[in-house]
C-alpha cells in the first residue's frame, strides 16, 4: 500500500468514527430523551420539578448522572463488549474496537476507554450545574468548565489524527483500536 493510500485510508477511517459517534450519541439523546419525558409524564413531574425548585445543582447533576450519564456508559461497555465489539453506529460504518493485540478487548479496556472517551461530557454536565445550575442563575457569566471540555475534545481528535493506528487518548490509554470489521 503506498503512503497516498495509506492516508486515504486512515483519513477514511477518522471519517467513519466520527460519523459512528455522532449516530451513537444522537440515538442515545433520543432515548434518554424520551425516557425523561416519559417519567416524567408518569409522574407529573416529580422528581423534576422538585429538583429545579431546589436549585441544588449537586442534586441535579447527580440525577443527570444517574439518569443519563451511567445508562450511556453502560450502552457503549455493553455494546463494545459484544461479539461484535462495536455499537450501533460503529456497525453501520463497518468500524469494531478491539484490543493492540487484535483480540477483542477485554471489559476493563473498555470500561477504561468508554469513561476517558466520556470525560467531556462530564466536564460539560458539571460546568452546567455546579455551583449553580447555568439556567437558574441570575448572574451567569462565563463558564471555565466549557473551555476545559472543549480543549479535551480537541485534543482527542488532534491525537486521533496524529497517531499511526488512528488512536485517540481513550484508545492509548486503554491499549484499544478502532479498524474496519473483516
Do not use: C
Not at 16 to 25: E, G, H, N, P, T
Not at 72 to 84: A, C, D, N, V
Amino acid at each position: 500500500m503506498t503512503l497516498l493510500n495509506r492516508f486515504e485510508s486512515d483519513k477514511k477511517v477518522i471519517v467513519q468514527r466520527i460519523i459512528a459517534y455522532f449516530i451513537d450519541v444522537t440515538l442515545l439523546m433520543i432515548v434518554v430523551q424520551v425516557a425523561q419525558w416519559g417519567l416524567f409524564l408518569l409522574t407529573d413531574g416529580y422528581p423534576f420539578n422538585q429538583m429545579a425548585a431546589s436549585n441544588n445543582g449537586w442534586l441535579i447533576y447527580g440525577w443527570v448522572f444517574l439518569t443519563v450519564s451511567i445508562p450511556i456508559w453502560l450502552y457503549f461497555i455493553l455494546q463494545e463488549r459484544s461479539p461484535r465489539g462495536a455499537t450501533i453506529g460503529k456497525r453501520l460504518m463497518g468500524l469494531a474496537l478491539y484490543s493492540e493485540d487484535g483480540e477483542h478487548a477485554q471489559l476493563n479496556q473498555i470500561i477504561t476507554r468508554t469513561i476517558i472517551k466520556l470525560l467531556p461530557w462530564e466536564i460539560f454536565h458539571l460546568t452546567f450545574m455546579l455551583p449553580t445550575p447555568i439556567l437558574n442563575d441570575p448572574n451567569a457569566g462565563f463558564r471555565p468548565g466549557f473551555i476545559v471540555g472543549f480543549i479535551v475534545l480537541i485534543l482527542y481528535v488532534l491525537v486521533l489524527i496524529q497517531t499511526p493506528q488512528r488512536q485517540s487518548v481513550h484508545d492509548l490509554i486503554a491499549r484499544t483500536v478502532v479498524e474496519k470489521r473483516p
